[in-house]
């Protein structure tokens, strides 16, 4: 192997050889003894020796080549490379070649195999031999197995590069510095930890890289490590990377001494604790985190220390918290209510994700994050667990970042989304971070454990929350009950009560406070009342039905419960109390409407068989009238007669209105007119003196004109009756405003808008205990007559006014006189004027001719009516009802000659009613007209005819001229 030897020794023993040979050369000494003295030292070398001519033959060899090769002997006069080498030519790496062309030494290291070792190493050295002309006339080759050497080398050298790899590879920065603390040595760690190539740290110092403040710091303590020449570890520094950021390392030394024990310098290495202590310090913060959690404060409060948190402890650009709430915006202003399609949609309407806290460079909570639906975009689908615990280091690339753009123009890098979780697995909100560095994984592990804290934080404020406004709640509810709500000891007394007992009752709270419960109740019935309150005491489930008795003395009639219970740590007693005036009066009224309308349905069966039979007396007198002058004595009894039938008829009318208060027919306009007209009738027909007053504005009502008038004249026919001497009458329509919390139990009307229409009389006035039986039918104090005493006028009035949802209200004072009012509902928005229906022009020229079908099931009303319509000209079919009826139409419809008109009676005893005959006629011919007759006038058909099919009405008892008015408009 060609190169310098490594061994000096061995070069310096080769020069000696040489001088040995020059001196031996000299004319002082025998030549013989000189070559004894030669051979004597080659052969004492432990090494081969041989002497060879310019022709690489041998000339002489040492003992030592003589044993190495006995098989060759004898080797004088053989070529080097033949004997040694057993080769033909002369090796490639011999060293004699070039010392025998130079003169100059040359030195090879070769492989050399044998048996004994395969893997042997031969040291060859040539050394020049010369004439006394300085001629090269042969060499001497020094022939050394270094075999032990090179394998010492190798070793050496597969152990220096594994300290070359150790060092290079490690993650731990490895350096030696001089005793004036100059990097003599630097692994190339240096960089990854400082940002500096090696070249540039070695030649300086450690604190050239530090703060001013920490080098001053270390150079002191190195001064004293220095001092003391002892090793040193664990010792923390601050040092500046070349891009400005602040790493905390960790170093450890060991001195190096040379020979003679003199400190020449320290080897060490550095270890980058940056990340661990930013750990520690992170941990520190987490728990003073925790422990300002604990605190009182709102839960906006806390969600916004947990967010700050989060930018300050792990640099993050922003972070925010969303709270699982219910999705109360749904369906109005929701940023998101209008998505219909794709993965933005919104499935979870009952449900949203409300934003409570943001730090950082988004600390606002408006905007379109401020809801995002539960299941959609990145917040959603964590909440929902579809992206649990979502995290990427690559924002802008990663595909389920929807907005790259943004997170490119933001520099973000990172995303995490935390879903937050309560014990029992229900998912109450989510906590996401951007940032511009990478999420490590140990960063992850705490931003994990923040979410957890922050579940448990949302979660025990949300009870906390709930807890508040239950308690709230029920303070409320216990200062706003509008029952009386009594809290009592075990003695029985008051502890406290709610405001609604001081106002009912006229006690003040500290008044009420330590008064027994007897105290409340009347004073005839305290010893019942205290023997009630001992066994609720005892636990007995009891009601206490006695009245409570205000501090006036004046009573109410309640309903009171007791329940036994706990408060500020005593057993108590809650009892409450509910007025039940108001009930009572209004059991009392529905028993009265009860009453009428079991009464009605008899006054209704009655007038209509009445009505029958009064359209047969009246039709028969009129015709029976007619057949005489109207002078004649018998035409002025007929008159008579008809005159008592019409009144007659007025009373079954009241009677049919009573009963069923009528079908109104209602429009919308102003009552105003209607009252006054109703107060010129009372003038001009009863003489009296009225005086009436109108609100300009007064609101507009929905009623029957027809109804309405009868209901007015019953009133003021009422109000003058009870003034025999005469008086004055006072009418008055006004506005009038009920709202929900103004007390009137007086009025069982709900809150809103009315119209108020006074009849007021100077009277005798009605006794209090008879005021509340004014509207029960056939109740009167009056004296007998053609109308006084029947005792349906004020039931009829009632009756109407109810029909029409309003409620009228009787006041009186026996010897000032009677106030009468209708509260009618006032329509909130004036309906336009309905148009009239059109009225169907007769084809041809009008004239009593033409066919006529009648059916009734009244054998009286058909014989009647058939001759009334005969005296017209008509021809007239009779039928029983419906279904022969609609037999006759049908054969005249066969027979090409329909019937002109069709009169059918509403309701029959047997058979097909006239409702039922009119659709079977009509499915016949459209064009058939068909008039409805009944006695009950009031009926909705009756008072609604166009609706239901018939072209006319013939309320019953009609007369001839009704009859004959009705047919010509047809």
């Avoid at 630097?186 to 940002?195: I, R």
């Avoid at 009912?504 to 009342?529: Q, V, W």
């Amino acid at each position: 192997m060609a190169g310098k030897p490594p061994y000096d020794e061995q070069e310096q023993g080769g020069k000696f050889l040489e001088s040995q040979m020059i001196e031996s050369a000299g004319p002082a000494q025998d030549l013989a003894q000189q070559t004894a003295f030669l051979s004597s030292v080659f052969d004492a070398i432990q090494d081969g020796i041989a002497v060879l001519d310019r022709d690489l033959n041998v000339v002489w060899v040492n003992k030592w080549m003589e044993t190495k090769y006995p098989t060759e002997m004898p080797l004088v006069g053989k070529r080097c490379h033949s004997v040694f080498q057993e080769r033909q030519e002369p090796c490639d790496d011999c060293p004699c070649i070039p010392t025998l062309a130079t003169g100059k030494p040359n030195t090879q290291i070769v492989p050399y195999p044998s048996a004994q070792n395969p893997s042997g190493w031969l040291e060859l050295s040539a050394f020049s031999l010369e004439d006394t002309e300085g001629n090269v006339t042969g060499v001497i080759e020094h022939i050394k197995d270094v075999t032990h050497y090179k394998r010492v080398e190798e070793e050496l050298a597969k152990s220096q590069n594994r300290f070359k790899a150790l060092t290079e590879r490690t993650s731990d920065w490895i350096w030696e510095i001089d005793k004036d603390a100059v990097y003599t040595y630097v692994n190339p760690k240096v960089f990854d930890m400082l940002g500096y190539p090696p070249e540039e740290v070695i030649g300086k110092r450690p604190i050239d890289f530090m703060p001013k403040e920490e080098a001053d710091r270390v150079a002191a303590l190195f001064s004293k490590i220095v001092e003391s020449r002892e090793p040193f570890e664990g010792l923390e520094n601050t040092n500046l990377h070349k891009d400005g950021r602040s790493l905390v390392f960790e170093t450890s030394g060991v001195p190096i001494l040379d020979s003679s024990g003199e400190l020449i310098g320290y080897r060490g290495i550095d270890r980058d604790v940056t990340e661990r202590k930013r750990a520690q310090g992170r941990i520190e913060d987490l728990n003073l985190l925790n422990q300002e959690l604990l605190t009182a404060a709102s839960i906006e409060e806390k969600l916004k220390w947990v967010t700050e948190a989060v930018v300050r402890i792990f640099e993050a650009s922003f972070c925010r918290i969303w709270i699982t709430k219910p999705g109360d915006l749904c369906e109005l202003d929701c940023a998101h209510a209008d998505v219909k399609e794709g993965p933005h949609i919104c499935h979870f309407r009952d449900r949203c994700l409300h934003l409570m806290a943001s730090s950082g460079a988004y600390s606002h909570l408006d905007g379109g994050h401020r809801r995002v639906p539960f299941g959609a975009y990145k917040i959603g689908r964590v909440a929902s667990g579809e992206d649990a615990d979502f995290i990427t280091n690559d924002v802008v690339n990663d595909p389920r970042v929807h907005d790259h753009d943004w997170a490119r123009q933001a520099a973000l890098v990172s995303f995490a989304g935390y879903r937050l979780i309560a014990k029992g697995g229900e998912p109450i909100g989510v906590m996401a971070l951007f940032s511009k560095n990478p999420i490590t994984s140990d960063e992850h592990a705490l931003l994990k454990g923040v979410a957890s804290v922050t579940a448990q934080v949302i979660q025990t404020a949300t009870a906390q929350e709930t807890l508040r406004e239950s308690q709230e709640n029920l303070t409320d509810l216990f200062e706003n009950l509008e029952d009386l709500l009594f809290i009592i000891d075990v003695a029985g007394r008051i502890i406290h009560a709610n405001p609604v007992v001081s106002k009912r009752l006229g006690y003040s709270i500290e008044e009420l406070a330590g008064l027994s419960i007897p105290e409340l109740h009347p004073p005839d019935r305290r010893e019942e009342a205290a023997q009630i309150m001992a066994a609720m005491l005892a636990g007995e489930a009891l009601d206490c039905p006695i009245p409570l008795m205000s501090k006036d003395g004046t009573l109410i009639q309640v309903e009171t419960k007791v329940t036994q219970g706990k408060w500020s740590g005593q057993d108590v007693l809650f009892g409450i109390s509910r007025d039940i005036t108001e009930r009572k009066r209004m059991q009392e009224e529905l028993l009265k409407v009860h009453k009428l309308e079991s009464v009605g349905i008899l006054a209704g069966g009655i007038a209509h068989d009445f009505n029958n039979l009064l359209s047969v007396i009246m039709g028969s007198v009129e015709l029976a009238r007619d057949d005489f002058h109207p002078d004649h004595r018998i035409a002025i009894l007929l008159n008579r007669a008809m005159k008592a039938s019409s009144q007659a008829q007025e009373l079954t009318n009241q009677l049919i209105t009573f009963s069923k208060g009528g079908a109104p027919v209602k429009t919308v306009g102003s009552i105003s007119d209607l009252v006054r007209g109703t107060a010129s009738y009372a003038v001009t027909q009863l003489k009296a003196r009225v005086s009436f007053s109108s609100s300009t504005d007064l609101w507009p009502v929905e009623f029957d004109e027809g109804q309405m008038i009868h209901a007015f004249r019953q009133l003021i026919v009422n109000a003058l009756e009870a003034m025999p001497g005469g008086g004055q009458i006072e009418l008055k329509a006004e506005n009038f405003s009920l709202s929900s919390d103004i007390a009137e139990p007086s009025l069982p009307l709900s809150a809103g808008r009315y119209v108020k229409i006074s009849v007021g009389d100077q009277g005798v006035g009605i006794p209090e205990e008879n005021l509340g039986k004014v509207f029960d039918p056939y109740f009167s104090t009056k004296e007998m007559g053609a109308q006084k005493g029947l005792g349906l006028g004020l039931t009829t009035a009632y009756s109407i006014v109810t029909r029409h949802n309003g409620y009228l209200l009787a006041e009186s004072e026996v010897g000032i006189g009677t106030t009468f009012m209708i509260f009618l509902p006032a329509h909130e928005e004036a309906m336009a004027e309905a148009e009239p229906a059109a009225q169907t022009e007769p084809e041809g020229p009008r004239g009593y001719e033409g066919k006529i079908l009648l059916m009734d099931d009244e054998e009286l009303m058909r014989d009647l009516g058939k001759e009334m319509l005969a005296i017209f000209g008509y021809e007239v079919s009779l039928a029983r009802d419906g279904g022969e009826a609609i037999e006759l139409y049908r054969d005249s419809v066969d027979s090409g000659q329909p019937f002109d008109a069709v009169i059918l009676d509403l309701s029959v005893k047997r058979g097909m009613g006239g409702r039922e005959a009119a659709k079977e006629i009509m499915g016949m011919n459209l064009h058939a007209k068909v008039i409805v007759s009944s006695g009950y006038s009031d009926d909705p058909v009756m008072t609604d005819y166009r609706t239901y099919g018939f072209m006319g009405a013939l309320p019953k008892p009609y007369s001839k001229k009704d009859l004959g008015e009705l047919l010509d408009k047809l």
